[in-house]
């Protein structure tokens, strides 16, 4: 089975993730433990697509779809929506200062 749809959609979500990753770790101060946890569990389950998708362990279609579910929804919106919170909580704090 082909996994270059996956692949594309790690890479698309990876881009997303790395993102929020830099303003995560340039203002980790700033930021809560359940949202670093939750960070890290993203992480490591992008980590572990990453390597599904690169090894020659075979997938089924339906593995396939819902990773790429995972990656292109969850993980996706998950940094989008993130993103803006914590900019918006990193204005406010440099509104305040």
Not at 29 to 43: A, H, N, P, R
């Amino acid at each position: 089975m082909d996994k270059k749809p996956l692949k594309e959609f790690y890479n698309k979500a990876a881009a997303a993730f790395n993102e929020l990753a830099e303003l995560v770790n340039a203002n980790s101060e700033y930021i809560d433990s359940s949202m670093i946890d939750t960070f890290k569990e993203m992480s490591d389950l992008l980590l572990q697509y990453k390597e599904k998708a690169e090894n020659d362990e075979e997938l089924t279609q339906e593995q396939m779809d819902k990773m790429i579910n995972w990656l292109d929804n969850d993980l996706t919106n998950y940094c989008k929506t993130t993103k803006e919170e914590l900019q918006a909580a990193l204005d406010s704090l440099a509104a305040e200062g």
